[in-house]
């Protein structure tokens, strides 16, 4: 079992940054993937960015280049540096987490943490 907890959401203009992240209660080392998805209301949930267990990283076409993944295997941390926000980007943020056991992928998700960009 893995527990994630998201925090770092809030207002913020259009334009401005914010930082998210998404603590783990096991080493993110041994999760092969952590990423954020967001749903925004009335949309379906969409995935955002990911980074693997050998740092890897992929991003949604719409945040490429002003969103950054990154991790702290120190700290169990994994964050998504958010820059050039744009009213759609407003959405609850989630982490999620995927551990491969036996060839089988096991899905933990946090609690969700809300975006909201508005002037």
């Known amino acids: 079992q893995v527990q994630l907890v998201e925090s770092g959401g809030g207002l913020v203009q259009p334009g401005g940054s914010l930082r998210l992240s998404c603590a783990a209660s096991?080493?993110?080392?041994?999760?092969?993937?952590m990423g954020w998805y967001r749903q925004a209301p009335g949309k379906e949930r969409e995935f955002v960015a990911r980074i693997t267990s050998d740092g890897s990283t992929n991003y949604t076409d719409s945040v490429k280049g002003r969103f950054i993944i990154s991790r702290d295997g120190a700290k169990n941390t994994v964050f998504l540096q958010m820059n050039g926000l744009k009213p759609e980007d407003a959405a609850v943020y989630s982490c999620?987490?995927?551990?491969?056991?036996?060839?089988?992928?096991?899905?933990?998700w946090g609690q969700g943490t809300q975006v909201i960009v508005s002037s």
């Open positions: 096991t080493s993110i080392l041994s999760i092969n993937v």
């Open positions: 999620n987490a995927v551990v491969r056991r036996l060839s089988l992928p096991y899905n933990y």
